[in-house]
């Protein structure tokens, strides 16, 4: 037996825009993402030819979901080996928190609002229970060689669950990234935390001591657009003042821009479009100077500034929401005698519910069965397109 566990701490937002569980983005590895263990067990079949391993959940650890994949290997009296292998979810509790906000980032100064939901593990809403949410900047410290971040200016928002979304409302008078943390209990007493980032525009990033290319993180605004949005994505330079070059591709290059930079962060807009679907690339390229550093990690003025470039890249989600129709079907009867005949009305509309004439139609039927055995799934068109 192969038993390994893997802690299922990131997930992105779900369709209403909630973070359950945790997440960040994929350049920011201050923190492990995945934790794994796995332990190897030895046993003997019994007369009957089984054997059991027995797995027994006393505690989590940590107040987050867990992966636990269980694989056996036999071998027979040929030196044959067969394997199967079963994979579970563990909670850490029945109830978990989602975490919302309207933008990935904001101005300096401007508050941070933070919407909550409390939920079983269906997804159904569950009120009256306690909720403890905390915001939190990250300082970047250099300890033994590397830059390591902190959690300070640590603000607290207690609320209590219901079936409308709760708010709280954090400072952010100082500009950088900032961590939000939400815990609740269930009715047992089981802890369940939420984790997301956010960035307020004036941060600093942790220097480099050599010349290597760096990388500039780009926080778009939202997950996805429509055509007549313009999108407006935070730049976090590693160095400054520096000179920039914006590219924008599909298929490509779309749009070149040059543009300077004199602090820290800058919000670049991007225009978007019907002629975008479904998505833009968007890179920043940094060329400038920065300080040099002691092997304390601190800045020598005594030296000159060295050389320094980056560069970034964040994708841009525009689905043609706009040209997809809507099929209805409707069944006179809901119920009907084998041999009988079934009357389906169908009805066809456009993004704005209005009905498209001579639109053409495939109708399927098919007994569900038979799609069951061969684990068929009817897929989504436009994701095809």
């Not at 919407?115 to 300082?139: E, N, W, Y």
């Not at 815990?183 to 290597?212: C, F, I, K, Q, Y």
């Not at 689905?319 to 009988?340: F, I, M, N, S, Y």
Request: overall charge positive; glycine content about 6%; proline content about 6%.
């Amino acid at each position: 037996w192969r038993l390994a566990t893997t802690r299922a701490h990131y997930s992105p937002p779900n369709a209403d825009g909630y973070t359950f569980v945790g997440w960040r983005p994929s350049w920011f590895n201050n923190r492990k993402a995945v934790l794994q263990k796995s332990k190897r067990f030895k046993g003997q079949t019994d007369g009957k030819g089984d054997h059991h391993l027995n797995i027994d959940f006393e505690s989590m650890g940590m107040p987050q979901p867990v992966s636990i994949r269980a694989s056996g290997t036999i071998t027979d009296l040929n030196r044959q080996a067969w394997t199967a292998s079963k994979a579970l979810l563990v909670h850490p509790s029945a109830n978990y928190v989602g975490l919302k906000t309207k933008r990935y980032f904001i101005k300096r100064g401007e508050p941070l609002k933070v919407t909550s939901i409390v939920v079983d593990l269906a997804g159904k809403r569950v009120s009256g229970r306690p909720v403890t949410m905390t915001a939190s900047r990250l300082q970047y410290r250099y300890r033994k060689g590397k830059w390591l971040s902190a959690e300070v200016e640590k603000q607290t928002c207690e609320l209590t669950s219901a079936e409308t979304p709760k708010e709280c409302l954090f400072k952010s008078d100082t500009g950088g990234t900032y961590l939000i943390a939400a815990e609740v209990r269930d009715a047992h007493g089981r802890l369940s935390r939420t984790e997301m980032m956010r960035w307020v525009s004036g941060g600093t990033s942790p220097p480099r001591r050599n010349v290597e290319k760096e990388a500039v993180p780009l926080i778009a605004d939202k997950t996805e657009y429509s055509p007549g949005d313009k999108a407006e994505i935070l730049v976090q330079a590693p160095f400054f003042p520096a000179e920039g070059l914006l590219t924008v591709r599909r298929r490509g290059i779309v749009e070149e821009r040059r543009f300077s930079m004199t602090e820290a962060t800058t919000t670049l807009v991007v225009p978007l479009t019907a002629a975008h679907y479904p998505s833009l690339k968007v890179q920043v390229d940094l060329l400038g100077s920065a300080p040099r550093l002691t092997a304390k990690g601190e800045t020598d003025s005594k030296l000159q500034r060295r050389p320094a470039f980056a560069s970034g890249i964040v994708s841009l989600s525009i689905p043609p929401r706009d040209k997809a129709l809507t099929v209805e079907a409707k069944l006179e009867k809901q119920t009907v005698a084998p041999g009988a005949q079934a009357n389906i009305t169908l009805v066809v509309t456009d993004a704005q519910g209005r009905p498209v004439r001579d639109s053409e139609i495939a109708l399927v039927v098919v007994d569900e069965a038979v799609l069951a055995l061969n684990g068929y799934r009817i897929r989504n068109p436009p994701s095809t397109f």
